[in-house]
């Protein structure tokens, strides 16, 4: 039977993880590991939220693991060489891990192979522990991924999916397996002050919650900005905390609401398996239009008022406050704000991209960056040169004002669709509220981003 290793990476959970069901399937002993990645930091990923967030869940997961009899052991350093030196200490003959996505990743699982090969240990790569389908398992005739989403949806809904996996019940850990303190959250400065608690325990309590009390109305409510009737499960996912296979196998058959909410899931997926297929597209143009962007530099001041949600659109402004707050913000949100910033300003996506994955809690490559391509136009979207009008999205999708109400409390004060144009308020009556009239006029931008698509 032998020692395992388990490395934990974006599966930093007990239930359904295939990577830890097949240690302690497999093996006497277990370490599971979680290597602190300085790569991660230096490259620009580990922003405050997420730091906050990750320490949440190696907290959550060394406790869970303690009631069934092991412990998380948690090192600093290169992964592969810290991988090999507790592999070595234990004489492991296996190390177990998740396949991993993005270029990274993917780079980081060749070297591990190599360096344990090397030292005659094997390393067992699991798939769909990340994504509910493994990005590869289906393609379309002729190509390595799919770059519609329907004809995707189509064929991930016809994929055999696998039944979850439960957590172990016990574990042991070899004697003698040194291991760093945790991060604590109160170690991180720079949080957003709305910052959700994270760790298994919360997302399987916030799951359950959802399902019984939202889930049924999903489809209806979900782009409902003030309602904020969608699960709020992206963190979760992000970290792997919650597995997606259980997600979908916990509501399928569910009626309506819970099939739009694995049609979420599905889009996923589908980012995962762009990125999988086409790993420069984190910060390259999927498909190029030759855009020439206007630059931090070039549009400073717009760039800096839709950073700071002042730029005068309130609904734009309001999301923009809730991402700051919260880390977090409403998919609606998501897409006016960077579809303002890409296409009503021409700012180039990988600005607002940067900004996102500076905040976000689930910021993540596949997702944040893909679905900027999306909205900027660059991406998978069939309709790539559509601009979304703030004042429309705003009286759509907050009818009565309270999203923006509730971020923006300088326009407490407006009631009906006012509040999403303060500007036609009488010059005397609109001196009285403390909010910058609009930077750009939305006509012109809507104008010159056409023009430089060659679209006039
Ligand atoms: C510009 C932009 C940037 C984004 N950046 C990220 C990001 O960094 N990380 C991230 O997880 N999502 C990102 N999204 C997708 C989406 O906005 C969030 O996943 C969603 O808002 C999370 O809220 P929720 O968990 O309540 O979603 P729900 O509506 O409850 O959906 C359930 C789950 O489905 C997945 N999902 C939903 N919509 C999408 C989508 N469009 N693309 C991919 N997966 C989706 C998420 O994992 C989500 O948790 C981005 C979208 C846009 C337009």
Redesign the pocket.
């Known amino acids: 039977m032998g020692v395992s290793v388990v490395l934990f990476t974006s599966n930093l959970r007990l239930h359904d993880n295939p990577p830890l069901h097949s240690a302690a399937r497999t093996a006497d002993a277990v370490v599971p590991l979680f290597v602190r990645d300085p790569a991660i930091g230096s490259a620009g990923f580990d922003a405050p939220n997420r730091r906050a967030f990750l320490a949440d869940c190696l907290a959550d997961l060394d406790a869970g693991l303690r009631e069934r009899g092991a412990r998380l052991v948690v090192r600093s350093g290169d992964v592969t060489e810290q991988v090999c030196a507790v592999a070595a200490g234990v004489d492991a003959d296996q190390v177990h891990v998740a396949a991993g996505v993005s270029g990274y990743a993917r780079r980081r699982e060749e070297r591990l192979r190599a360096a344990l090969e090397a030292e005659r240990r094997r390393l067992c790569v699991h798939d769909a522990v990340v994504t509910a389908v493994a990005p590869g398992e289906i393609t379309p005739g002729g190509g390595d991924h799919f770059a519609v989403f329907t004809p995707y949806l189509r064929h991930w809904l016809g994929v055999p999916m696998r039944g979850p996996l439960g957590a172990p019940r016990r574990l042991r850990v070899p004697d003698g397996v040194r291991s760093e303190p945790l991060p604590s959250r109160a170690e991180v400065s720079g949080l957003s002050p709305g910052l959700a608690a994270g760790g298994e325990s919360e997302g399987r309590r916030r799951f359950a919650r959802w399902r019984r009390d939202r889930m049924a109305a999903y489809h209806e409510h ?1 782009d409902d900005l003030a309602g904020d009737a ?5 963190p979760h ?2 970290f792997g905390t919650l597995s997606p296979v259980e997600l979908v196998h916990r509501s399928r058959d569910g009626g309506p609401g819970a099939d739009a ?1 694995v049609r ?2 599905a ?2 997926d589908f ?1 995962h398996q762009v990125l999988a297929a086409r790993p420069q597209s984190s910060w390259s143009d999927y498909r190029t239009h030759h855009d020439r962007w206007r630059t931090p530099r070039s549009a400073a001041r717009e760039v800096e008022a839709w950073r700071a949600g002042r730029t005068g659109y309130p609904v734009v402004d309001a999301a923009m406050r809730q991402l700051q707050h919260e880390g977090w913000m ?2 609606r949100g ?2 006016l704000t ?1 579809s303002f910033l890409a296409k009503t300003l021409y700012v180039d996506w990988r600005v607002g991209a940067r900004h ?1 994955l500076d905040l ?1 809690v ?3 490559i596949p ?2 960056q893909l ?2 391509q ?2 900027a136009g660059t991406g998978t979207d069939t309709r790539p040169n559509r601009v979304l009008n703030p004042v429309v999205q705003g009286r759509r999708y907050d009818p009565h004002g309270e999203y923006v109400r509730r971020w923006v409390p300088e326009l407490q004060g407006l009631h009906g669709s006012l509040v999403h144009e303060p500007w036609r308020l009488p010059p005397a009556e609109r001196a009285g509220y403390d909010y910058p009239g609009p930077i750009v006029d939305l006509t012109e931008g809507v104008a010159r981003f056409r023009r430089s698509r060659g679209k006039e």
């Open positions: 979900h969608t699960s709020r499960l992206s996912l992000h909410f979420q899931l889009w996923r980012h409403h998919n998501r897409l960077a996102f976000l689930d910021g993540d997702n944040n679905n900027w999306w909205v």
